[in-house]
């Protein structure tokens, strides 16, 4: 089905869900590789990329050592190695692959946040991105731009953040820390241009509790108020939805 200029994709359950974007996945980095000889990744660190993670992982036909992967958020304060750091996350999953390389934000110390801002952005800003892999938040956040503090025309491709409260509360629901006192309060994020500025992306959302939030993206208006919805402007943004994640669409 279609909302707006996006393409939405509805499967059963978790386990199709995650595997009809893994396979998108890998389609464009195998195309990206073919293409230009390397592809350029952005992954997002959460629950709801494991499945869509473990499909593009077992898929054949791609050199990892042609790909060079970021992740999009990363708390500020928490070490490097804490095991709910975002970075160390996707390490624990795709750092096996041999990739070309792994760029991870550094932000252990909020000192020099402002440093690792001008560092990830040079990365980020040498060559074009290939793909985009993400999820949408509770609140409709898109890695940690949160509703009415994104910016959507920003020329920014990473920024501190004080992260929302709802945002907060979903790392709790997800199971990363075990209450809200653990979450750390700032973040460094990917803005919005920086995300959607990838040739394609891959969206997966999974859960009854991303229902309204993937109502407003791929139904309502375009608004920093519902960062996700930006992914209606893009010309190749898929949403993989499992049956949950779209109960509150219409099914055309």
């Not at 970075?87 to 390389?101: A, E, F, K, Y």
């Not at 994104?150 to 709790?172: G, K, N, P, W, Y």
């Not at 959302?205 to 920093?224: L, M, S």
Request: charged letters at 20%; proline letters at 4%; one cysteine or more.
């Amino acid at each position: 089905m279609t909302e707006g200029n996006t393409n939405v994709i509805i499967n059963a359950d978790a386990a199709q869900t995650g595997a009809a974007a893994g396979e998108r996945a890998a389609e464009v980095i195998r195309a990206a590789i073919a293409e230009r000889g390397r592809a350029r990744v952005i992954f997002a660190s959460a629950p709801s990329q494991q499945e869509m993670l473990d499909t593009l992982i077992a898929a054949e036909g791609i050199d990892w050592s042609k790909v060079d992967a970021f992740h999009m958020d990363e708390y500020i304060g928490l070490p490097a190695e804490h095991p709910q750091a975002f970075g160390q996350w996707l390490v624990d999953r795709i750092g096996h692959l041999g990739l070309g390389s792994f760029e991870r934000l550094q932000a252990a110390d909020p000192a020099r946040a402002q440093a690792e801002i001008a560092r990830y952005s040079e990365l980020l800003g040498q060559a074009p991105i290939d793909l985009c892999c993400m999820g949408i938040g509770m609140n409709g956040h898109i890695a940690f731009n949160e509703p009415g503090d994104a910016d959507f025309e920003t020329t920014e491709l990473v920024r501190r953040i004080t992260m929302d409260e709802a945002s907060r509360i979903q790392q709790v629901e997800d199971e990363c820390f075990a209450n809200l006192s653990e979450v750390p309060t700032e973040a460094l994020s990917l803005t919005v241009p920086a995300l959607v500025g990838a040739g394609s992306v891959v969206c997966t959302v999974k859960g009854t509790f991303k229902a309204e939030a993937v109502k407003a993206a791929v139904t309502g208006p375009v608004t920093t108020d519902l960062p996700a919805s930006v992914l209606q402007r893009h010309p190749d943004a898929r949403i993989y939805l499992d049956a949950d994640a779209a109960s509150l669409l219409e099914q055309a």
